[in-house]
C-alpha cells in the first residue's frame, strides 16, 4: 500500500530502536488499540502519536469547548517516529537563528521565533513540573562550542545583530577561547556561549501524557495509518485506514515528515531528512563526579556540527551525528534525504566517534563495556523556510496540521500544540504566543512554490 501513496508515503516498518524506545519496551502502550476495532465516527482524528499530535491532543481533551471523544491514529508503534528518535535535548535557539531567520522572515518574526522558543522551554518544565511526569528531566545549561574560525564569526555576528535589535541576553554567557576550554573542557574550543536548556526521555514524556489521554477520551490506534482523508456528508470527513475507515468532522495532521502524503499540497514543501544519534558509554573521564554539566552543541560550521548530553540517571551519553560532514560520500548524501529510519549510515558514525574523540581527547582508551554501544536515526520533518506549517489548511475546513519541525520539535511543540488547539476551539492567531510566520496560508505555499 506505501508505493500507491504520494511520497513520502508511509513509514517504513519495523524501524530500529532508539535509546528512548529500548528502554520503553514493558510500556502496553506502544501496541495500544493495534486489534481493537476501529469506531466508524469520532468528534475528532488526530493523526500521529508523536509529541504534536499527543499535546494537541491534551491540549483539545482539556479544552472546556474541546472535543471529547477522540480517535488518534498511527501507522507504527506509538510514539515511534521523531519524538521518540531524538538525542535528547530540549534546546531552545536562545540568538543564533536570528540572522538566518531576519533573511527569510524579516527581524520581527525571527525575534517573535527566539522568544518563542525560550518560552516553550518554560512551557515544558511547567507541563512536567504540574503533572509529576518521570521523563528524567534535567534542567540544565547548554554550551554552544565554537570549533571553526567561519562559525566564530557567524555566531558573534548573529549575537550582534540579536543584542542591537533589542534581543533579550539575560542569561546568556560568553566565554573567551582560554575560558572556554576550561569550563567546556574541550581543548580545541575557540570560544563559546551559554544559556539554559535541558534533557529528557522523550518517550516517557510522550507515553506519559499519551497515558493521560486515555484517562481523558483519547482512542489510540496504534498500527493503523491513515491512507487519505476524503469528503464526506454534512462537513465531515472521511479518514481511511487498511483497517476502515471513520467519520469525523475535525482532523489533525501531526505526522511531521510524512504531512505531505496526505496533503499534496505540502508535496516539495516539507520533506524529509535523516537524523542519526548513538548511545555512548562513557570511561572513567567522564563517569561519577566527571560527568559533563551541560548539554553541548560543538559546531565547527553552521551545517556541520554534532550534540551531545549525558544522562543524569544512568550516565549514558548521546552523541547526535553531523549532516554537514566535509567530504561526505554521494551515497551518504542521498541517505540522509530518504524516510529509512530501520538503518544507520556507517559513514556517519565513523565521522561522530572519530569527532568525538577529537574534540574530547581525555575521553581515553575504552574498557570491554566502554565507548560506542548502538546508533539509531530518525527521519526530521524540513521546510523550505524553516518554520513549521500550522493551523487550519486552506481550502479544506476542519482540517488542520502542525508538522514540519525542522529538528526543533522539542523547542516549539509545547508552545504550538495549544495554540493550535486554541484555534480548533474558536480562537484566534493573535490569541496564541506563536509567530505568525508559522501559520500555513494559501499565501506562504504559493510564495514557497514560485
Same mark, same amino acid.
Request: overall charge neutral.
Given at each position: 500500500?506505501?508505493?500507491?501513496?504520494?511520497?513520502?508515503?508511509?513509514?517504513?516498518?519495523?524501524?530500529?530502536?532508539?535509546?528512548?524506545?529500548?528502554?520503553?519496551?514493558?510500556?502496553?502502550?506502544?501496541?495500544?488499540?493495534?486489534?481493537?476495532?476501529?469506531?466508524?465516527?469520532?468528534?475528532?482524528?488526530?493523526?500521529?502519536?508523536?509529541?504534536?499530535?499527543?499535546?494537541?491532543?491534551?491540549?483539545?481533551?482539556?479544552?472546556?469547548?474541546?472535543?471529547?471523544?477522540?480517535?488518534?491514529?498511527?501507522?507504527?508503534?506509538?510514539?515511534?517516529?521523531?519524538?521518540?528518535?531524538?538525542?535528547?535535548?530540549?534546546?531552545?535557539?536562545?540568538?543564533?537563528?536570528?540572522?538566518?531567520?531576519?533573511?527569510?522572515?524579516?527581524?520581527?518574526?525571527?525575534?517573535?521565533?527566539?522568544?518563542?522558543?525560550?518560552?516553550?522551554?518554560?512551557?515544558?518544565?511547567?507541563?512536567?513540573?504540574?503533572?509529576?511526569?518521570?521523563?528524567?528531566?534535567?534542567?540544565?545549561?547548554?554550551?554552544?562550542?565554537?570549533?571553526?574560525?567561519?562559525?566564530?564569526?557567524?555566531?558573534?555576528?548573529?549575537?550582534?545583530?540579536?543584542?542591537?535589535?533589542?534581543?533579550?541576553?539575560?542569561?546568556?554567557?560568553?566565554?573567551?577561547?582560554?575560558?572556554?576550554?576550561?569550563?567546556?573542557?574541550?581543548?580545541?574550543?575557540?570560544?563559546?556561549?551559554?544559556?539554559?536548556?535541558?534533557?529528557?526521555?522523550?518517550?516517557?514524556?510522550?507515553?506519559?501524557?499519551?497515558?493521560?489521554?486515555?484517562?481523558?477520551?483519547?482512542?489510540?490506534?496504534?498500527?493503523?495509518?491513515?491512507?487519505?482523508?476524503?469528503?464526506?456528508?454534512?462537513?465531515?470527513? &472521511?479518514?481511511? =485506514? @487498511?483497517?476502515? *475507515?471513520? /467519520?469525523?468532522?475535525?482532523?489533525?495532521?501531526?505526522?511531521?515528515? $510524512? +504531512?505531505?502524503?496526505?496533503?499534496?499540497?505540502?508535496?516539495?514543501?516539507?520533506?524529509?531528512?535523516?537524523?542519526?544519534?548513538?548511545? &555512548?558509554?562513557? =570511561? @572513567?573521564?567522564? *563517569?561519577? /563526579?566527571?560527568?559533563?554539566?551541560?548539554?553541548?552543541?560543538?559546531? $565547527? +560550521?553552521?551545517?556541520?556540527?554534532?550534540?551531545?548530553?549525558?544522562?543524569?540517571?544512568?550516565?549514558?551519553?548521546?552523541?547526535?551525528?553531523?549532516?554537514?560532514? @566535509?567530504?561526505? *560520500?554521494?551515497?551518504?548524501?542521498?541517505?540522509?534525504?530518504?524516510?529509512?529510519?530501520?538503518?544507520?549510515?556507517?559513514?556517519?558514525?565513523?565521522?561522530?566517534?572519530?569527532?568525538?574523540?577529537?574534540?574530547?581527547?581525555?575521553?581515553?582508551?575504552?574498557?570491554?563495556?566502554?565507548?560506542?554501544?548502538?546508533?539509531?536515526?530518525?527521519?526530521?520533518?524540513?521546510?523550505?523556510?524553516?518554520?513549521?506549517?500550522?493551523?487550519?489548511?486552506?481550502?479544506?475546513?476542519?482540517?488542520?496540521?502542525?508538522?514540519?519541525?525542522?529538528?526543533?520539535?522539542?523547542?516549539?511543540?509545547?508552545?504550538?500544540?495549544?495554540?493550535?488547539?486554541?484555534?480548533?476551539?474558536?480562537?484566534?492567531?493573535?490569541?496564541?504566543?506563536?509567530?505568525?510566520?508559522?501559520?500555513?496560508?494559501?499565501?506562504?505555499?504559493?510564495?514557497?512554490?514560485?
Amino acid at each position: 500500500m506505501t508505493h500507491e501513496l504520494p511520497p513520502p508515503g508511509l513509514p517504513v516498518e519495523r524501524p530500529c530502536l532508539s535509546i528512548w524506545q529500548r528502554t520503553t519496551r514493558q510500556s502496553p502502550l506502544i501496541n495500544e488499540g493495534a486489534s481493537s476495532p476501529i469506531p466508524e465516527t469520532a468528534e475528532a482524528v488526530v493523526i500521529g502519536s508523536g509529541l504534536a499530535g499527543t499535546v494537541t491532543a491534551y491540549e483539545l481533551l482539556t479544552s472546556p469547548n474541546g472535543p471529547k471523544k477522540i480517535v488518534m491514529l498511527e501507522a507504527r508503534e506509538a510514539c515511534s517516529g521523531a519524538s521518540g528518535r531524538n538525542a535528547g535535548h530540549c534546546r531552545p535557539d536562545a540568538f543564533r537563528g536570528f540572522n538566518a531567520f531576519s533573511k527569510i522572515h524579516g527581524p520581527e518574526q525571527a525575534m517573535k521565533i527566539i522568544q518563542h522558543e525560550k518560552h516553550v522551554l518554560q512551557l515544558v518544565k511547567k507541563f512536567i513540573d504540574t503533572h509529576n511526569i518521570d521523563c528524567d528531566f534535567d534542567y540544565c545549561k547548554t554550551f554552544d562550542v565554537i570549533l571553526g574560525e567561519d562559525f566564530f564569526n557567524y555566531v558573534t555576528e548573529s549575537f550582534e545583530s540579536y543584542k542591537k535589535a533589542g534581543g533579550d541576553t539575560t542569561g546568556i554567557s560568553w566565554y573567551e577561547q582560554e575560558e572556554a576550554r576550561k569550563v567546556t573542557r574541550v581543548p580545541s574550543a575557540l570560544g563559546a556561549f551559554e544559556w539554559m536548556a535541558a534533557n529528557l526521555h522523550p518517550a516517557k514524556l510522550c507515553l506519559a501524557i499519551l497515558a493521560m489521554n486515555l484517562g481523558l477520551g483519547l482512542s489510540l490506534f496504534t498500527h493503523t495509518a491513515a491512507t487519505s482523508v476524503t469528503a464526506g456528508e454534512n462537513n465531515t470527513w &472521511i479518514v481511511h =485506514t @487498511p483497517r476502515g *475507515s471513520i /467519520t469525523t468532522p475535525l482532523v489533525v495532521h501531526a505526522t511531521n515528515a $510524512f +504531512a505531505a502524503t496526505l496533503l499534496p499540497q505540502l508535496h516539495t514543501l516539507l520533506t524529509p531528512m535523516r537524523a542519526q544519534a548513538h548511545k &555512548i558509554i562513557p =570511561t @572513567p573521564a567522564f *563517569s561519577s /563526579t566527571n560527568m559533563i554539566t551541560h548539554t553541548y552543541s560543538l559546531r $565547527f +560550521a553552521l551545517h556541520h556540527f554534532y550534540s551531545l548530553i549525558q544522562r543524569k540517571s544512568d550516565g549514558a551519553m548521546v552523541l547526535g551525528t553531523s549532516r554537514g560532514i @566535509p567530504g561526505m *560520500s554521494e551515497i551518504t548524501r542521498s541517505e540522509i534525504t530518504s524516510k529509512n529510519d530501520n538503518v544507520y549510515s556507517e559513514e556517519i558514525k565513523d565521522d561522530a566517534l572519530a569527532s568525538f574523540k577529537k574534540i574530547f581527547p581525555q575521553f581515553g582508551e575504552e574498557a570491554i563495556g566502554e565507548g560506542h554501544e548502538f546508533g539509531w536515526t530518525g527521519v526530521l520533518g524540513m521546510t523550505r523556510d524553516s518554520v513549521p506549517f500550522i493551523g487550519p489548511i486552506p481550502g479544506l475546513a476542519g482540517q488542520y496540521v502542525m508538522a514540519g519541525f525542522n529538528g526543533h520539535g522539542m523547542a516549539r511543540i509545547f508552545g504550538c500544540a495549544p495554540g493550535l488547539a486554541k484555534i480548533i476551539t474558536g480562537g484566534t492567531w493573535a490569541e496564541t504566543s506563536m509567530p505568525e510566520c508559522f501559520q500555513i496560508t494559501a499565501d506562504r505555499i504559493d510564495k514557497l512554490k514560485a
